[in-house]
């Protein structure tokens, strides 16, 4: 009887930390390219960046709630916020992507051939791919032209292009993430 008991909770065990999607099983007898292995680096070092940047706009957040019981607010604190903010989201959207954090509506593309599948996917993701290398491009250039102009913030009178061009950063991860993505759906077997 026990026997019986400790198989049937192996059994349940493998079912349970067996991958869920063929994309999460390691492929086999391959290990990941310089490519691949920069991709992650890049998107989890950026992903802890926005960590960072959403502890700190928390913090800012609340130290300037309680500061305001006592005496005046912490000048410029909306534009601290808005910048920790975008930085929190562009920052995390690669990481997102490559551990399918996004939201992906796959309720026609499931009933499809696999062929079919993978060629969808794929044209789905070179349109992504080619609208974040536009987003990012534009938002690069947009930064060179706030250091070029010399706009400063309005309330802490500095100058944020360093930011904006940091944002375009995370736009660029994404691309590379969705590239990574697009290979791996080519890398598997139909």
Known sequence: MGTE?????????????????????PLKDEKPNIFFRFT?????????????????????VVFNSIKRLFSDPISGTVELVSWLGAMTAVFSLGYAQLHKGHVFIDLLIVKFPPALHK?????????????????????????????????????????FYPLVILCSLGFFSLVLAIVKETIEVWKEEI
């Open 119 to 159: 060629l969808t996917h794929s044209l789905v993701n070179v349109l992504s791919i080619l609208f974040f290398i536009m987003a990012g491009w534009q938002i690069s250039l947009y930064g060179i032209s706030l250091k070029q102009s010399g706009v400063v913030s309005e309330t802490m009178q500095i100058s």
């Open 5 to 25: 008991q400790s198989i049937q909770l192996e059994a349940e065990k493998s079912e349970r930390t067996a991958p869920n999607h063929p994309a999460d099983a």
């Open 40 to 60: 992650d680096y890049l998107n989890q070092g950026l992903a802890y960046l926005a960590g960072l940047s959403l502890i700190c706009m928390m913090l800012l």
